[in-house]
């Protein structure tokens, strides 16, 4: 069973840029498709990105699409997420994920990490 830890999260002002990170453990991390999904106050959870297995394609919610890359090195059981030009409703809990197939990439993860908070402020 694969171990998910999420870092880099934090304050930021509107404009701004961070970069998640989520080390694995416990697993052969390039047999995991890998998602982030977030989570405001209030609101549903819901999907940002995913790459697939091989890293050779990725796929965003329409909202982030040109703000955010998610990428992974498999070499180092990672995944990143790059946030720039962040805005205030980016805010939310960031959650890292993943499964063991690239079908459905969009829901469907079995491995959850306990996320890692994002504000950005205005």
């Known amino acids: 069973q694969v171990r998910l830890v999420e870092s880099g999260g934090g304050l930021v002002q509107a404009g701004g840029s961070l970069r998640l990170s989520c080390a694995a453990s416990?697993?052969?991390?390039?047999?995991?498709?890998m998602g982030w999904f977030r989570q405001a106050p209030g609101k549903e959870r819901e999907f940002v990105a995913a790459?697939?297995?091989?890293?050779?394609?990725?796929y965003y919610v329409d909202s982030v699409k040109g703000r955010f890359t998610i990428s992974r090195d498999n070499a180092k059981n990672t995944v990143y997420l790059q946030m720039n030009s962040l805005k205030p409703e980016d805010t939310a809990v960031y959650y890292c994920?993943?499964?063991?197939?690239?079908?459905?990439?969009?829901?469907?993860?079995?491995?959850w990490g306990q996320g890692t908070q994002v504000t950005v402020s205005s």
């Open positions: 790459i697939i297995r091989s890293g050779g394609r990725t």
């Open positions: 994920a993943a499964k063991t197939s690239d079908i459905a990439i969009t829901t469907s993860f079995d491995y």
């Open positions: 416990g697993g052969t991390f390039s047999r995991y498709a």
